[in-house]
């Protein structure tokens, strides 16, 4: 069941008591009842421009809330909780982000905050929590950044992007004869920013020549003159990391001014399926990196025990689409959650963050354990590629579907 | 770098700039309103042209002239039961308005067609000229912008209602005087503003992504090159439009991405205070 | 008795087009001098020189024995230079006590917003609008708008006091009022140009009269003899029509 | 009839200022939200209201003040120096920028006010050295206990609201105000009454952005994290306006009602449309301009005002 809560009776309160002010609206807070159920809370990007993935978020949510309670719960110091994920839409807005987040603590007195999608609204919404000693699980912010302000009670079950990148360059390198000059481009914001910075170091560092390092603001609307530039740097490998429009346009641009380099990686690019199906045949290999991909078979703890249960489970409640990563994270989170919370043993925020804290487990998403930073520490991410306009899985060997293939004449 | 190229890109991209901006020019030069509406009408324009490809397989080209069409009727409604009735007012209300207006058009698209991109895929690849790529989406793209700019062009210098609207551009009372119905006169001009920009929405849906978060960048696009060429005059906008392509295609290059928008801006700022005429603009418009 | 407010060679251009074309002439405290010239003479932009509206291309416009020719129009107002326009210019929404108030507060002597409307009530007294002190100025007759306009230009203890077609649009019994209260400004000791294309109506009270035509001084003098003079009629009346008259005069 | 108004105004903030001690953190946050906006509409009145610019750059000066102050509390500066820093920045930008762009009028203005924002935007964005560009910037937190956070920040942003109305009461009596009001309705007049325009408009512009400014600074104090997108949002600069506009613009009291009436049909739309509530924010924008033209103030709401203090004080004439 969705518990997509609205809270009709305060606000219609607070509107018929303009004039006098907010002294009724806060009436409406109820003294908080002894509490029975964990309850969860998840200030989501509903509308607005993060709106297809705030959606994506949604979905696992409640397949994790309807597959928990049709289990009868979660047993913490030997009672069983049923679980309630309240929701409330964001619009897409950081200091809306914040005000629900607080919503969430002070008046549905939830003991954990999911938080939203955006690395920036994942800070905003983080920092709320850090105030009340609620601990924060972020599923879809992978930028370092976020996590290096030394709050203790953020964890993030993806893993830093350095992780990627460096495996990413180590693979290319194996797989591509003569790879040795890069481009790199990527939006100015938050997550691209990090992926596109530490994708230029990790090269550098791979002894690959960085022969481009730009940077677009968000707002760019036409990319031919940072694609021209790029053409005359003849790289071999050209990273771009930005949201999925921006990625279809410069797939595009690429081809029509004439890029001849044999490898273009894009970020989160082909893990979403609008990619691919915005660019049809162009997608095609286009190699990416994510931190799941459905493919990947864990087995582990939680409601969902192996990879194949979550992805038959995802498939019946999606309609026969596959879930990307972000589903995969998000439903990992939960898991880890669940998991803590039985460790935990009690609904208390400080004893909720200790079990998050000392987290090792493995679970249909991968193996899980939190950093010093509040980090998931996993290696061995997938590196993907569009092949016929389907993803196919290169790396790690363990799970590869195919063979690199270049892109050249 | 290859000069030629860089300044292909900005021409051609400066040939859509053009496309976009001359519908907001007319209704801003004749109507004196700024039409917030604009970036949402081109982003309408936009995902009815992709929708209909997608659905139904219809051309994009074929669908220009039907989506511009649908426009010019949404946007002559739209001008003559809400904006006429304040049309002269001060800017603040009538650019709140049209920004009220935009916020529910904004909210009905996402709502029915997602904040998803859309593009309309043709796969017509580019032709290489002396070493300079030119995409052939693009160049279709600009042949297209050229075209319609000229034939509005053609259409206010050459028939009856053209030479009406420039009348009443000119000298609105005196055009009342003579006969001319400036009301209808106006919702006609605002009809032709939003045909233009399905227009050029049915265009981008080819060149690029089309989504709802676009429509505040279409709408800067549109003050910029209008302010750079000057208002209300066809001439002006793509004055303006090729030399904000040219301007951002040079700096994206030698400053580097990050700082083309900002350049851009400048200009922008710089003419407002040194010419606010614009490049080719005339006197006479505050 | 010295030159209060001199002009000096002053021209204007605006693109290609020479306004004003190299003017010179001289008010001298208390007096009254008609600047009178066909529609299009160029008489409001000289108006606008001198209070700095369109500061002169050329030339220097010099008050009180003091440079001025780039002043702001609102140091123009501060030093005593105070206009009237052609087409009024009140503050629509504000009464008229308080328009008048405005014009006492920045251009008068500085004082406190009361002590303003002490003064304005004064002035309204004094063309005959103190009655309907507190109505809107947007509600006025043209007439009374014309008296508010001089109100305020009062009230801002001029100097010198350009009127700019004060008598136009209105009919004879209110132009005679106006040119009543014309007189009782300049028996304050006020400096008043008075700008206008109807000559009759200057004549009555103009001590000198300046003619302007295509933007030049054309002749300067005695109401009387400038009336006659070849130039002002052909001015006024084209070429043709002058030399008919002149050879109707002689017959 | 002044003392009426100051009077509700206080009674105003010691109603928000009541807040922590009967109601959850929640509301008292919406109550800061409401603070805050009042500042910024009270301040944009200035320029918006009393000259009738209409002036699109609250947003570039709310971003300045939110960066401003979060560069200098970075670099180690105490909190309160640091909001006094930014305010000082801001003004003296707005200052600079006003004598420029004011020479601008009516739409061109508007014009330009907009590309201020956009301008400002992109220019923190691409200063990643000093801004940290698109990754935004982390403020030092507050770790007092929530309760004691969410008091603190309330009462500060009422101190900027008690001074941004104390600064409107001056002003709408003193001759600044007036000199404004005669700029609004007919400036060339004004000029020629000697009134120094350009001077005043620029006071007019430093005022409108000043405490935008030290607001932003605070915000960014308090909410701890700030990134570009959301420091210049277009949408801030439009609905700042319309709030004055609501109340009604170039009024003592216009700014807090409208503010006040924003804030609480916003939070219930959204609250109970949810896909549509953007949407709905566009009619309220539409029936305002067709149905409340004067805002509030100079519609029912007079008589609704005229009639309660003729309850509470009798004796008080209009």
């Known amino acids: 069941m969705s518990n997509r809560h609205l809270p009709k009776p305060r606000s219609q309160r607070a509107l018929a008591t303009a004039t006098t002010g907010l002294v009724a609206l806060s009436l409406a807070v109820g003294s908080a009842a002894a509490q029975d159920t964990v309850k969860i809370g998840a200030p989501l990007a509903l509308t607005g421009g993060l709106a297809d993935e705030g959606k994506k978020q949604a979905l696992v949510y409640d397949m994790w809330e309807k597959k928990v309670n049709d289990a009868g719960g979660i047993e913490i110091g030997g009672k069983m909780y049923p679980v309630e994920i309240i929701e409330y839409d964001y619009q897409t807005d950081g200091p809306r982000a914040g005000q629900l987040a607080e919503r969430l603590i002070t008046e549905d007195e939830v003991n954990v905050l999911m938080a939203p999608f955006g690395s920036g609204h994942t800070k905003i919404a983080a920092t709320v929590g850090q105030r009340y000693r609620i601990p924060t699980l972020a599923c879809v912010a992978s930028s370092e950044s976020v996590y290096s302000q030394g709050n203790p009670y953020l964890f993030g079950t993806l893993s830093p992007n350095a992780n990627m990148t460096a495996a990413m360059v180590e693979y290319l390198k194996e797989n591509v004869d003569g790879l040795s000059k890069v481009a790199v481009y990527g939006r100015d914001d938050v997550f691209p920013k990090s992926m596109a910075a530490a994708t230029a170091a990790a090269a550098e560092a791979g002894g690959l020549e960085v022969v481009y390092n730009e940077l677009y603001p968000v707002g760019t609307m036409d990319h031919a003159a940072a694609i021209s530039s790029i053409v005359a740097a003849e790289p071999d490998w050209v990273y771009a990391t930005g949201y999925t429009q921006d990625l279809i346009l410069i797939r595009r641009q690429l081809a029509d001014l004439g890029v001849k380099a044999p490898v273009i990686t894009m970020v989160t690019g082909p893990a979403y399926v609008e990619f691919t199906e915005g660019l049809g045949e162009l997608a095609n290999g286009v190699t990416s990196q994510t931190w799941w991909h459905h493919s990947v078979a864990y087995e582990g703890e939680g409601a969902w025990k192996t990879t194949k249960a979550f992805y038959d489970d995802f498939l019946a409640a999606s309609g026969g689409e596959d879930p990307d990563y972000v589903h995969g994270s998000c439903a990992g989170a939960l898991v880890v959650l669940e998991d803590a919370l039985k460790r935990a043993g009690s609904l208390d925020g400080e004893a909720i963050r200790q079990a998050l804290a000392d987290t090792d487990i493995t679970t249909f998403y991968g193996p899980i354990n939190f950093g010093e930073n509040g980090m998931n520490q996993a290696r061995e991410l997938p590196i993907i590629q569009v092949q016929d306009e389907a993803i196919e899985v290169l790396y790690p060997a363990s799970i590869a579907t195919a063979e690199l293939e270049l892109l050249s004449e | 770098m290859d000069f030629a190229q860089i300044l292909a890109n900005g021409v051609v991209l400066g040939a859509l700039y053009a496309c976009l901006a001359v519908g907001f020019s007319l209704v801003w030069g004749v109507l004196n309103v700024i039409n917030m509406l604009h970036g949402s009408f081109i982003i309408l324009g936009g995902y009815l042209t992709y929708f209909a490809w997608q659905m139904f397989g219809i051309h994009p080209l074929i669908m220009l002239p039907i989506v511009a069409a649908f426009l010019f009727v949404v946007g002559y409604a739209l001008q003559a039961i809400f904006i006429n009735k304040v049309v002269t007012a001060p800017v603040l209300v009538t650019l709140t308005l049209t920004f009220g207006l935009d916020m529910i058009l904004y909210n009905l698209m996402t709502v029915y067609f997602s904040a998803t991109p859309r593009q309309v895929t043709l796969g017509l690849g580019s032709i290489q000229l002396f070493g300079v790529y030119l995409p052939v989406v693009r160049l279709l793209g600009m042949a297209l912008a050229l075209l319609l700019t000229g034939l509005l062009y053609v259409t206010l210098r050459g028939s009856r209602i053209g030479r009406a609207i420039v009348a009443v551009r000119m000298d609105r009372s005196a055009a009342a005087l003579m006969g001319i119905r400036v009301n209808r006169i106006y919702a006609i001009t605002f009809g032709i503003g939003a045909l233009m920009a399905g227009a050029a929405g049915a265009l981008f849906a080819m060149v690029f992504p089309i989504t709802t978060n676009l429509s505040g960048v279409f709408l800067g696009k549109a003050f910029v090159v209008c302010v750079i060429g000057g208002l209300g005059s066809v001439p002006g906008a793509l004055v303006g439009g090729l030399a904000l392509g040219i301007i951002e295609s040079f700096s994206g290059v030698l400053l580097g991405p990050q700082h083309a928008l900002t350049v851009g801006f400048l200009v922008m700022l710089l003419l407002l205070i040194v010419r606010p005429t614009g490049l080719v603009g005339v006197k006479g418009y505050e | ?251 | 009839m002044r003392a009426a108004k100051v009077l509700l105004f206080v009674a105003w903030i010691a109603v928000l200022a009541a807040t922590p001690f009967f109601a959850d953190n929640n509301i008292v946050r919406t109550a800061i939200m409401l603070a805050m906006y009042s500042v910024l509409a009270y301040s944009w009145n200035f320029i918006g209201g009393f000259t009738g610019y209409p002036s699109f750059a609250t947003a570039a000066f709310f971003g300045l003040g939110c960066y401003a102050g979060a560069i200098v509390e970075h670099a180690g500066v105490p909190m309160a120096l640091a909001w006094i820093a930014a305010t000082v920045f801001v003004a003296l930008f707005a200052a600079v920028l006003g004598a420029i762009v004011l020479r601008l009028r009516g739409h061109y203005f508007a014009i330009g006010s907009i590309a201020i924002v956009e301008v400002c935007r992109l220019v923190v964005s691409s200063w990643s050295s000093l801004t940290g560009g698109g990754n935004g910037l982390n403020v030092p937190l507050l770790m007092w206990h929530p309760n004691t956070v969410a008091m603190f920040f309330l009462y500060v942003m009422l101190g900027l609201l008690a001074i941004v109305f104390a600064i409107t009461v001056f002003v709408d009596n003193h001759r600044l105000g007036f000199g404004l009001k005669c700029i609004r309705q007919n400036e060339d007049a004004a000029d020629m009454v000697g009134v120094n325009t350009t001077r005043y408009k620029v006071i007019a512009f430093v005022l409108s952005a000043f405490l935008c400014g030290t607001a932003g600074a605070v915000y960014a104090s308090w909410v701890g994290y700030i990134d570009p997108t959301d420091s210049f949002q277009i949408l801030l600069t439009v609905k700042v306006p319309v709030m004055t506009l609501l109340g009604g613009a170039g009024t003592v009291l216009g700014p807090a009602i409208g503010t006040a009436a924003f804030v609480v049909l916003e939070e219930f739309f959204w609250a109970n449309f949810l896909s549509w509530n953007r949407a709905i924010l566009g009619l309220i924008i539409v029936f305002l301009i067709f149905f409340l033209p004067g805002g509030l103030l100079n519609t029912s709401f007079r008589r609704v005002v005229r009639r309660l203090r003729g309850r509470e004080s009798a004796g008080a004439s209009a």
């Not at chain 3, 006590?97 to 002597?109: K, P, Q, T």
């Not at chain 3, 009336?227 to 050879?247: I, T």
């Open chain 3, 1 to 251: 008795m010295s030159d209060y407010l001199r002009l000096e060679n002053v021209s204007k251009t605006f693109g290609g087009i020479r306004a004003v074309n190299d003017v010179s002439f001289a008010l001298k405290q208390g007096e009254i001098v008609g600047l009178i010239g066909p529609n299009g003479a160029g008489k409001t932009t000289l108006v606008n020189v001198i209070t700095g509206v369109h500061p002169a291309s050329l030339g220097r416009v010099i008050f009180q024995g003091e440079e001025v020719t780039r002043q702001k129009p609102f140091q123009a107002a501060r030093r005593g230079l105070a206009r009237t326009f052609q087409i009024v210019q009140p503050f629509p929404e504000m009464t008229v006590l308080d328009n008048v108030a405005a014009g006492a507060l920045f251009g008068g002597s500085p004082e406190g917003l009361a002590e303003a409307r002490e003064h304005a009530h004064r002035h309204l007294a004094f063309v005959g609008l103190d009655p309907i002190a507190d109505q809107p100025a947007a509600s006025l007759t043209l007439p009374n708008r014309k008296r508010l306009e001089l109100a305020k230009s009062l009230a801002m203890n001029p100097k010198v006091l350009m009127l700019d077609e004060v008598n136009a649009g209105l009919n004879t019994g209110e132009i005679d009022t106006a040119l009543d209260l014309i007189r009782r400004i300049s028996e304050r000791g006020i400096t008043i140009l008075l700008i206008e294309h109807l000559m009759k109506v200057v004549m009555s009270v103009s001590q000198r009269l300046l003619v302007l035509h295509h933007g030049a001084l054309i002749a300067e003098g005695e109401p009387q003899k400038v009336v006659n003079d070849q130039h002002v009629v052909e001015a006024y009346l084209g070429e043709k029509f002058a030399k008919r008259l002149k050879e109707m005069g002689h017959a």
